[in-house]
């Protein structure tokens, strides 16, 4: 398979949504979690993508089909360590949380057969996505450090979207592109800090960074210019899984051959797009494409790479304290 994106899924869970139809209710069952919803969403646009996973106890039973009729491939082990699931109501137009089981930590043997078994899928893929699992403590941080660090090494682009230790250990593999939102890095919504932020990951290890801000526009750097991504103003259905639908979006366009400008771009508008809808990581190819036409990368300054901070060179170089004085935030 060429051309394909693998996303590392340590433990995904199985969703039960209760929602009202008409005068009665009916009951959903679907996979679910952050690498689930992300491969759905690539899988929407058009790119192949496999899911690398393990899949324990009841739950791991039920959904591993249910990924596989939605038209992703599955590599997965068979793990003792039982997956997660929870139940949410909405017959009243809001989230209610009803119940949550979390998923068991992998043990030392199950780690080892995940972790060859993804670093095989992803040596063959033209794009990586690192995902977290709902529990932190499924995988260690050090599992993704490794997988970062192994499938640069060997020419792969990997795109983490993490948070806390294990985004700080999937930096120290120098990623080709890191996702996060400025909640999970614990920072105010403000140009200052954002910069400082995307400038502090950038020197930590990652290539591009693209940082999300709930409904504002996310904040990215993507070479030495740090930009503000303008997604058009569209009507919210549920903001859930945004983030993740962003991710899908850059990594199936990087998997395509775009460019990361584009891939940026088709992100945000995937993730513009899902928010409009009910499903997690769900939507249209084409609806994609013709948001992404409208979604605006607007320059805000330019990184000043270290050792040039004194430089005289006429340009619009900044540093982040600087930079955020110039910035008019919308």
């Known amino acids: 398979m060429t051309g394909h994106v693998m996303v590392f899924a340590p433990e995904p869970q199985l969703t039960v949504t209760v929602e009202r139809r008409g005068d009665g209710d009916e009951i959903h069952l679907h996979p679910g979690g952050q690498g689930v919803w992300q491969a759905r969403m690539i899988s929407s646009l058009g790119c192949p993508v496999v899911l690398c996973a393990s899949m324990g106890g009841e739950v791991g039973r039920v959904i591993e089909p249910l990924i596989a009729a939605e038209g992703i491939a599955v590599r997965a082990i068979s793990a003792g360590s039982r997956n997660g699931a929870y139940v949410h109501d909405r017959r009243s137009g809001n989230r209610v949380d ?184 769900t939507g249209e190819a084409g609806a994609v494409d013709r948001l992404r036409e409208r979604v605006r990368l607007t320059p805000v300054g330019r990184r000043v790479p270290q050792g040039e901070e004194h430089s005289d060179a006429p340009d619009i170089r900044a540093t982040p304290s600087e930079l955020a004085h110039r910035v008019d935030v919308p």
């Open 98 to 281: 009803v119940a949550e089981v979390p998923g068991d930590p992998l043990s030392r043997h199950e780690l080892d057969e995940l972790y060859g078994l993804t670093l095989a899928e992803g040596l063959v893929a033209e794009v990586c996505v690192l995902s977290g699992a709902a529990d932190s403590a499924v995988a260690p941080p050090d599992v993704y450090r490794r997988l970062s660090a192994d499938l640069t090494r060997n020419g792969r682009r990997v795109v983490a979207d993490l948070s806390g230790d294990h985004l700080g250990a999937v930096l120290a593999g120098k990623p080709d592109v890191v996702k996060v939102s400025h909640e999970d890095l614990g920072i105010k919504d403000d140009m200052e800090s954002l910069t400082h932020a995307v400038c502090s990951l950038r020197e930590a290890g990652a290539n591009t960074v693209v940082v999300t801000r709930a409904n504002r526009p996310a904040v990215a750097l993507l070479e030495e210019t740090i930009y503000e991504v303008v997604t058009p103003p569209l009507e919210p259905a549920d903001p859930r899984g945004a983030g993740d639908s962003l991710t899908a979006g850059l990594a199936a366009t990087l998997a395509a051959g775009g460019a990361i400008e584009e891939a940026v771009q088709a992100g945000a508008a995937a993730g513009a797009l899902n928010v409009t809808r009910h499903g997690l990581g």
